[in-house]
């Protein structure tokens, strides 16, 4: 981790990951072992780490929410557990995907696991009241996330979908569960419905700036530091938002250029190169890096007025100095 | 509906299919459309059904239990579209699976989308306490179910894996969810603890029935009823327990007979003939229907004591008489 993250309580993590193994079991059968797999080693525990943080944000423990938190994790590794099996991704955070380690239908088991166990873990809480109330936000979340992932599969290829709907997918299948994730802690730590309120806002836009940041990692970094190819994008065809912004100021000879790139008309790694060609012309880059920021400025805002915020800016900051 | 299943509410139905179609939309994007397409028109609604009837059956009202009810038909709808793509099975209730409709991409969002659509509704009720007990109990239902079907992809294909394999596979991927369906009605509508028991007993015993009954389909009936191939249990190479049956009473000639037909090795339509011979020879018809006819008497003792049983009685009856 960076200078600021390591300032955020790094016990978190080990915490969430020993929760997170007792959930899933110890690999007893095929399910738990696909599960574990897809589980460790772990990512960034964002969504965890957001719902302990904004618990303790307005004065609860993390011992309380560590388990809900815990199954939020198991809902969203899920996710990408099942999108490899539609991209057709071998790849995932620098190792085989769960399909391509277990097999299709192995893998598509393994989300389903993944997702029940998590609704066991957080719905297993109490008081009933509040585990209900965190619950359902975390089930609409889910919910919008399926409506996006599908809405998505409809604007494949599509350069001329524009940015709005672009970013209805990027909210409806990252953000929203990040809010989801913040405002669950929230309201399992007794908040005032107002303080909630703005934890969930907080937890959407932190969402929307590392969305942005991961679409400008093909763009920025190695691919050996994000684990995935960097011509993924071109290879899935679908247009991310520094890729749409650069359609919308391109001239014909460059909107000519990504319309044959993302046709699959281009070799690999020549498309790569053409597509930063053109991001970086079109000063798309530049300006999907500035909108990351000002997600981070909205972010910040939105904890004004609640108890104790100090690690939720830090993870906010942080977010702009590097992917999480 | 023959005759004893005429004599339940049928009101019930138009009721349970009024409230899915609330729960998914209205077709207005393609989530919608694939979730309708997957819900409609309706099977059986056997968990809706019993969810609402355990809740009849100890003195709750129907209404109460309805949204929870029909979220759990979401799930339960959920795992044959999903399955459908693990088993590459173009049809479904005799008409095209959701993964030959909208492809398998959208097939594997519609499952999603109806897992989560499912919870949505089933968390969205009072009191708070009551609606967790019962989600609790769907949620581990649910993970039993995952767990099965993952332990049933390492049995394919292996003739020798005994009838206890198959039995816990069957009890995992049916009659968990029947029983919990009929725990959670009872819980909603606040049960004694003995009453919510003996009623998921009820449950898991009548969906073991109703199990062994489709196992039996393809070997008493016509295709054209059962909506699926009769010969999909050899295509897909799953040993059913008529056919574990048959095994492990066969001599060496039917035990090498039913070892070829399911190592694919024979053309379908003889390797039906063949079957429907070695199950026919060795007993294992008459004996699965007796099992399933046991299955029947314990779901009706295990009615005993309840306040108000009668629908429950006759849906346990009416199993025997024709598939539900």
């Not at 904004?54 to 011992?63: F, N, P, Q, W, Y």
């Not at 000002?294 to 906010?316: H, I, K, M, N, Y």
Request: glycine share 8%.
């Amino acid at each position: 981790m960076a200078a600021p993250a390591s300032q955020s309580p790094l016990t978190l993590i080990p915490l969430s990951e020993a929760e997170l193994a007792r959930l899933v079991g110890s690999g007893e059968d095929l399910l738990e072992l696909a599960c574990l797999d897809a589980l460790f080693p772990t990512g960034k525990l964002l969504r965890p780490t957001l719902c302990i943080e904004s618990a303790r944000a307005v004065g609860g423990r993390a011992e309380s929410v560590l388990s809900f938190a815990a199954g939020i994790e198991c809902l969203h590794v899920a996710s990408p557990v099942h999108d490899d099996i539609v991209d057709q991704d071998p790849m995932r955070r620098g190792r085989a995907s769960t399909a391509e380690r277990f097999g299709i239908a192995e893998a598509l088991l393994a989300g389903d696991g993944l997702y029940t166990a998590g609704w066991v873990a957080m719905l297993h809480g109490s008081p009933a009241d509040r585990v209900l109330q965190a619950s359902q936000a975390v089930a609409e979340a889910m919910h919008a996330m399926c409506r996006s992932s599908m809405h998505e599969t409809t604007i494949r290829e599509d350069l001329s979908c524009g940015r709005s709907a672009v970013l209805k997918v990027i909210r409806g299948k990252t953000a929203t569960l990040t809010g989801a994730a913040c405002q669950a802690g929230a309201i399992l730590a007794a908040a005032t419905p107002g303080h909630a309120e703005a934890l969930r806002q907080y937890g959407e836009v932190l969402g929307t700036a590392l969305q942005i940041r991961d679409d400008l990692l093909p763009y920025t970094v190695h691919e050996r530091i994000t684990g995935k190819h960097a011509i993924s994008d071109v290879a899935n065809r679908q247009p991310t938002r520094p890729v749409l912004l650069a359609y919308e100021s391109a001239d014909d000879h460059d909107r000519r250029l990504l319309t044959r790139v993302f046709h699959g008309d281009t070799d690999p790694t020549r498309a790569h190169r053409d597509l930063l060609d053109v991001l970086t012309r079109t000063g798309a880059i530049a300006e999907t890096t500035g909108q990351a920021q000002d997600c981070v400025t909205q972010a910040r805002a939105a904890l004004d007025g609640l108890p104790s915020t100090e690690r939720l800016a830090q993870l906010a900051d942080s977010t702009v100095d590097r992917h999480h």
